[in-house]
């Protein structure tokens, strides 16, 4: 057991994460996720551009690559939940993973074609009262 210097409560060791040098923090865990979730909420801005930034952008990719390669079975799991949502909603991502199954550059097609396809696949969903 170990004393949240935060909360003030006392916690098993688990509840308090490690840090670089292999000694304990001291906040518990439900302590460090609140002031991290205040932390991002009143620096949105600011964190946008840090992850806006190319580099970091660059690192972000590897860092997911990482994890994926660690964590396959979740990987596929929220990469399936991500194509599911994105053909539930007619996202643009999904109308244009469409257009280049049918070998159309979607480069090169203008958003009113994205747009007239969405509805089209809407009221072809309409008709037939399912999934298009
Ligand atoms: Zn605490």
Not at 2 to 9: A, E, H, P, T, W
Not at 49 to 77: F, L, Y
Request: a positive charge; glycine letters at 4%.
């Amino acid at each position: 057991m170990k004393l949240c210097r935060k909360c003030g409560v006392e916690k098993p060791l688990d509840k308090f994460r490690e840090n670089s040098r292999g000694y304990l923090c001291s906040p518990c865990t439900d302590c460090r996720s609140i002031s991290n979730k205040t932390y991002r909420k009143n620096h949105f801005e600011r964190l946008k551009k840090i992850r806006q930034h190319p580099e970091q952008r660059k690192r972000d990719t590897a860092s997911t690559r990482r994890w994926q390669a660690r964590n396959p079975e979740k990987a596929r799991a929220l990469e399936l939940a991500k194509n599911h949502k994105a053909t539930q909603n007619l996202s643009d991502f999904y109308i244009k993973s469409l257009l280049r199954k049918a070998g159309i550059n979607k480069e090169v097609v203008p958003s009113w074609f994205l747009e007239s396809y969405r509805f089209y696949l809407k009221a072809k969903r309409l008709i037939r009262g399912g999934d298009a």
